[in-house]
């Protein structure tokens, strides 16, 4: 039987190549993303993974997108990887509550908004992986990031506590902490800044987002089977927790 999973944030950097990762070994995987029609449609013709719009900070849109979705992959998911996520940096004295809320909303309402319409179903089959991405910053915390910090730490105390209440019914909820990833978004980045952010990393590289698809892929696998609660830091040793 092939599982399915589904990967939310998944036809772009990091989601994207958790996608292909988990497509590759074998699972039928559908794509959640939120608002780039053109990145969707060329990661569907290029992979053939098929991707679902919806806003995972709207609880009833996680419903029907979870539905439609469902429908692609032709069986309830096994595996669900919240890897959606935004950021709205800026220093505290200056967020203003749009910048807050909307970054709460979409890093930390969404493990709620996405998990729960699943785990009923993983609870009656036995079985259930549910994969959340984190950040080296919700565990060191980071200046100008009071807000996605606070919402990935939130990622965390959030997977520690559903992986005890779901444990004796074969569903491990663990967490994916990475640094930095070698993405759009990271080499948008000023070269300047880049060097010194690199130069902080003692393997003295960015992090490549296969190297993220593979530690979910495990995760995802029988292998990882007593493997719950977990937090996995992947982030070449800028910071050991």
Not at 30 to 48: D, I, L, P, Q, R
Not at 219 to 239: E, K, R
């Amino acid at each position: 039987m092939t599982r399915t999973a589904l990967v939310t944030g998944g036809t772009r950097g990091i989601g994207a190549a958790i996608c292909l990762e988990l497509k590759a070994a074998g699972y039928t995987v559908v794509a959640n993303y939120a608002g780039n029609e053109e990145a969707a449609k060329s990661f569907t013709a290029e992979t053939g993974i098929s991707a679902v719009k919806w806003d995972v900070g709207d609880y009833q849109s996680c419903v029907d997108g979870i539905a439609a979705a469902e429908a692609k992959a032709g069986a309830p998911f096994d595996i669900l990887v919240n890897n959606a996520g935004i950021t709205r940096d800026g220093m505290f004295h200056k967020m203003t509550p749009e910048h807050w809320n909307e970054v709460i909303r979409i890093d930390l309402t969404s493990m709620f908004n996405m998990t729960r319409p699943v785990i009923d179903g993983m609870r009656e089959r036995g079985f259930g992986r549910i994969i959340n991405i984190s950040s080296i910053n919700g565990q060191k915390g980071q200046m100008g990031q009071v807000n996605y910090s606070a919402a990935k730490a939130g990622v965390i105390g959030f997977t520690k506590a559903l992986a005890q209440e779901t444990a004796r019914k074969g569903i491990t909820v663990n967490c994916i902490a990475p640094g930095y990833i070698n993405t759009e978004m990271v080499a948008a980045v000023p070269a300047n800044v880049l060097q010194s952010i690199i130069a902080g990393i003692p393997v003295n590289r960015l992090g490549e987002a296969s190297e993220i698809g593979g530690l979910v892929t495990y995760l995802a696998s029988d292998a990882a089977g007593f493997m719950t609660g977990s937090v996995l830091t992947i982030n070449g040793g800028q910071y050991m927790a």
